[in-house]
């Protein structure tokens, strides 16, 4: 998707590794709006929504030795009380076998506050599965909290000039020195 005829190799190197993986991962989910809910017809949302949509649908990944990347929930499956999530995520966030990692999940609907989130361990060998040839990988975990699910989109309706947006949480920089949250709108 991205040429070197349109990049510094500098920026095309920290973009390929860092912001490809999550925009991709991203925009295959409810964050291109217009959001498109049948063939036949298009209902527009709000950006103010499609951010509250993300807050509630991202999640941090952490490994065992202080790195982080992003996901988004994008299943559940229920089995007697317990609820199975299912999250998407760039492969090299969880790729490294010598690692655990564990999941800051959103704020859960049913927690009564705004700032309660819930860090949750991953079984490497059982909950993440690394899609081959993609930078792409699948990660399950389990609570009884009940978490939003971001809604599957179609990325052929992702016309050039239609806005997009991108949520996660990126490195510390010279901006921020506190890992947060951030939502930030593009274009296709």
Known sequence: FISK??????????????????VFTISM???ISPSVHSLRM???????????????????IESSIGDFGSGVI??????????????????HVVN???RSYKIISP??????????RITIDIDSARDIKILPQVDLAVVSFESKNIFT??????????????????AG???PGKASSKIALQFTGGMV
């Not at 298009?42 to 941090?60: D, E, H, M, W, Y």
């Not at 704020?107 to 309660?116: A, M, Q, V, Y």
């Open 42 to 60: 298009a209902k527009a949302i709000l950006p103010t929504q499609v951010g509250q949509i993300a807050k509630k649908t991202t999640v941090r």
């Open 107 to 116: 704020i859960p609907l049913d927690s009564g506050t705004e700032k309660k």
């Open 96 to 98: 490294a076998s010598d």
């Open 149 to 166: 699910i971001g809604t599957m989109g179609n990325s052929e309706y992702a016309e050039e000039g239609s806005p997009i947006y991108v």
């Open 5 to 22: 005829h349109y990049f510094p190799s500098s920026l095309l190197t920290y973009s390929m590794r860092y912001l490809i993986p999550i």
């Open 29 to 31: 989910i409810v964050f």
């Open 74 to 91: 994008i299943g559940r499956k229920q089995q007697g009380e317990r609820n199975i999530y299912t999250v998407l995520t760039a492969a």
């Open 169 to 171: 949480f990126p490195l």
